[in-house]
Every structure is written in structure tokens, then in C-alpha cells.
């Protein structure tokens, strides 16, 4: 067999697995080599699916699991995550009773709140905890000043970006994101106010779960987590692990829910992103078509599905990746040129941005 048939086999090994995991089939009649079941453990160990697919694996015949010492791996690797995400459900319990505690509603973005919706919740590989904090920039700087906050900052200085600012690491190694925007959004401003303003508004409708923690409505991540994987896709890459929790969103989503998300696509400067994740939910997860937000679009799609499996979860695999700075910039700066088939004024002001800093730094160096 050659090495593009091999590539092909594999990957739709990996979706199957994807597929058992996540409870879209109850097909075990799986069939891998050893070989096989070693590529299939790097490749969810480079798209951050190495729980969701364990979940899979515990599922098939013993004679059609991994080698025992993979296995035994493996094994340790999915507890490893299944403690985490105990971890930081625990944290993000304590961070909305404390944010509570001063009078401020929250609600907790991405991860955690997307981990509670899989077959297995504690199996989502975990990151870091996102936590939306009402009350706009300025205010929720000043409120991270008092207690107790104060006292968490302890010596070190608040440095907020455009949607959010990074609590100091706790002792328990646990990263954590206080927004005062609901989103990174878009980089083209005119498309980024209208998603912005919309997202704030949805952000009324959060609502407690029994981890301890509040999560904003299904519509609302609908929007927020496609404008984060077009903002991620156009500036390194994305992995399956988006892929998955999108396939997860919209499996709970009503149809009013992506009816209404799908009437803003254009207005939000979503729509051919969207098209293209459609297209790949179909072939990874074969979804149902009642779920898509709009025409799947093949001629993205590919494209998506490409840079995903070459560069792994966020890019970071990718060979460009790995190559000397200069070398690394230039491969990068080719591949937006490359993506503005996607949103040309998308990625039009993703560079004006870039520019607007380097003639800041250098400003600054002069």
C-alpha cells in the first residue's frame, strides 16, 4: 500500500474512533495493526483527543484494543485527563462563587462548559478555564484589585489584552482567563462590533449546571466558538478538538438556535468558515444535515480539513512550526495569503493589525 492510500486508511480509522466515541455509531468492528493503533495514538496525542478516543477504545472487543503496553499507556494518559478536568471544574466552581460573592454574574466559555456536554465529561482533554466577568473592562480590572482577588494577584501586575487578562498560576497549575468581552471576536472591526454587541446581549441568557458553574446559552456558543475558530484558523490552525465541540454544541442545540445563528453568518463575517465546518462535520462526523447552520461548502471544506490533520491542535504541528524564525514568518504570512479565498477583509485587517505592532515596537525601540 502506498503512503497516500496509508494516510487515507488511517485517517478514517481516526474518524471512526471519532465517530464511536462521541456516540454518532455503535459500530465495533474495528480492524488496526499495531502499527495502526501507534499512528492512531500519536495523531490524538497531536489533536488533543487523546481521552475522547480512549473513550472509544474501551468500547471495542478486547482482541481489537491496542498493544498491552499502549495500552497500559494510554490508560494512565485518560485518568491523567479525567483528573483534570475534575481539577478545574472544581476551580471554576470556586471562581464563580468568589466572582458571585463580590455581585457579578459570570459564566464560563469553551472548555468546561463544552466538556459537560460529551458522552463522557471528564474525557475531553482539558486547557485552560475561560470565565466571562459582567461588568466591561475598566470595572472588572478595578474589581481584580480587591479582595480576595488582590490577594491572588499577590506581587504580580495585571497586563490585560483586547478580550481578557490572565490570572497569576495557581499552586494547583491551573491557567485562568478573566474576560470582560465575551469573545476575541473578529479582527475586521465592523464585522467584530456587530458579533460583540449580539454576544453581550445573548450573555443574559446563562444558566447554573450541576458542576457548579454557570454556562452561557447554546446560541451563544454557537456564534462565540465559530468566530474563535475562524480567529484561530486564520492566525496558526485549528485541531479536531473545535471540531469536536462543535459537533457537541450542535447536537444540543433547538432548531431556533441555529436558525437564529444561521441568519447573522453574513453580518458576522461567518459565513464561509461556517460552510467549510459544515463540510467537515460531514465527513468526520457524518452529521445530520437538520444540524448544519448552512450549505456545506466542499471546495473550504477540503481546504480546512487539510491544514487540521497537518497541523494538529491549533497549528502547533504544523512543519512551518518548526522551522527558524524568519523562515517560520515568511511560511506564515504566505498561508494568510493563501486563506484569503476564506474572508479576504478577514484577513486584510489580521495584517493591519500585525503592522500596527511592528511600527509600535519599533517606535518604541527608536
Given at each position: ?171 494547583k497549575r491551573v491557567i485562568v482567563e478573566v474576560h470582560f468581552l465575551p469573545s476575541s471576536g473578529n479582527f475586521n472591526p465592523f ?87 459544515m463540510w467537515v462535520l460531514g465527513e468526520v462526523f457524518q452529521m445530520d444535515r437538520a444540524l448544519i447552520l448552512c450549505k456545506p ?24 512550526q518548526h522551522q527558524r524564525m524568519w523562515r517560520r514568518l515568511f511560511a506564515g504570512k504566505l498561508r494568510q495569503l493563501r486563506l ?27
Amino acid at each position: 500500500m502506498n503512503t497516500s492510500n496509508k494516510t487515507e486508511q488511517h485517517q478514517e480509522q481516526f474518524f471512526q474512533l471519532l465517530r464511536l466515541s462521541m456516540g454518532v455509531t455503535e459500530q465495533k468492528d474495528f480492524v488496526a495493526t499495531d502499527e495502526d493503533w501507534q499512528w492512531l495514538h500519536e495523531e490524538t496525542d497531536r489533536q488533543s483527543l487523546i481521552g475522547v478516543i480512549y473513550g472509544a477504545m474501551i468500547q471495542l472487543p478486547a482482541n481489537q484494543q491496542p498493544p498491552v503496553d499502549l495500552l497500559i499507556k494510554w490508560i494512565y494518559q485518560a485518568d491523567v485527563i479525567n483528573g483534570k478536568n475534575e481539577l478545574l471544574n472544581q476551580e471554576s466552581a470556586r471562581l464563580t462563587k468568589l466572582f458571585g460573592d463580590a455581585g457579578r454574574r459570570t459564566a464560563i466559555l469553551k472548555g468546561q462548559a463544552n466538556a459537560r456536554l460529551y458522552p463522557d465529561k471528564f474525557l475531553r482533554q482539558p486547557g485552560d478555564i475561560d470565565i466571562w466577568v459582567e461588568g466591561g473592562r475598566e470595572n472588572v480590572l478595578s474589581l481584580l484589585k480587591t479582595e480576595p482577588f488582590a490577594s491572588m494577584m499577590g506581587d504580580k501586575e495585571l497586563k490585560p489584552e483586547y478580550h481578557h487578562v490572565h490570572l497569576p498560576t495557581s499552586d494547583k497549575r491551573v491557567i485562568v482567563e478573566v474576560h470582560f468581552l465575551p469573545s476575541s471576536g473578529n479582527f475586521n472591526p465592523f464585522t467584530n462590533r456587530r458579533l460583540q454587541r449580539c454576544l453581550n446581549m445573548e450573555l443574559i441568557n446563562t444558566e447554573s449546571v450541576e458542576e457548579g458553574f454557570n454556562v452561557p446559552s447554546v446560541r451563544f456558543a454557537l456564534a462565540m466558538q465559530l468566530s474563535h475558530i475562524q480567529h484561530h484558523f486564520f492566525r496558526g490552525g485549528i485541531g479536531l478538538r473545535q471540531v469536536c465541540d462543535y459537533y457537541m454544541l450542535l447536537k444540543n442545540s433547538t432548531e431556533k438556535d441555529r436558525w437564529m445563528v444561521a441568519d447573522y453568518l453574513t453580518a458576522f463575517g461567518l459565513r464561509q468558515i461556517a460552510g467549510a465546518l459544515m463540510w467537515v462535520l460531514g465527513e468526520v462526523f457524518q452529521m445530520d444535515r437538520a444540524l448544519i447552520l448552512c450549505k456545506p461548502d466542499s471546495y473550504y471544506g477540503e481546504c480546512m480539513l487539510r491544514e487540521i490533520m497537518e497541523g494538529g491542535n491549533f497549528g502547533h504541528h504544523a512543519q512551518r512550526q518548526h522551522q527558524r524564525m524568519w523562515r517560520r514568518l515568511f511560511a506564515g504570512k504566505l498561508r494568510q495569503l493563501r486563506l484569503m479565498r476564506f474572508n479576504f477583509w478577514e484577513v486584510f485587517w489580521m495584517e493591519m493589525q500585525f503592522c500596527k505592532v511592528v511600527f509600535q515596537t519599533l517606535l518604541k525601540c527608536s
